[in-house]
């Protein structure tokens, strides 16, 4: 009896200490949604699974699960989509599973290596 009644208190205990928390939390998201800023993609549609590489001027996003385009890139000043590229295949010019992800902005290249087909892919933008 004396250790049902320790562990209820105990979980009462523990659940007023998660909703402080929480309450906490989410006066912060709130006090955060005007630094927040929503690129307009327009048509471009970016999956569930992605990653973001940043430049000075330009956004890059690498859509893991796109069947189209695998690398949108987005102009950081203006949030506008600039083009997409990188078709998803497993052709000479296209990636089937892309991984890490570097942009040499004196060159003007885009590297992508390609888990799918194992090898490192450069694009001229």
């Given at each position: 009896m004396k250790c049902n009644l320790f562990i209820g208190m105990s979980f009462v205990f523990a659940i007023s200490l998660n909703s402080c928390g929480m309450r906490d939390y989410m006066a912060d998201a709130d006090s955060c949604k005007e630094l927040v800023k929503e690129f307009k993609t327009e048509d471009v549609l970016i999956g569930r699974s992605s990653t973001i590489h940043t430049t000075d001027s330009l956004v890059f996003v690498l859509d893991h699960t796109s069947t189209d385009s695998i690398i949108h890139m987005f102009d950081a000043f203006t949030d506008r989509h600039i083009k997409s590229f990188g078709k998803f295949?497993?052709?000479?010019?296209?990636?089937?599973?892309?991984?890490?992800?570097?942009?040499d902005h004196d060159?003007?290249?885009a590297y992508v290596f390609d888990y799918g087909q194992q090898r490192v892919m450069a694009f001229n933008i």
């Open positions: 295949g497993q052709g000479p010019d296209e990636i089937a599973r892309a991984g890490q992800f570097a942009f060159k003007g290249e």
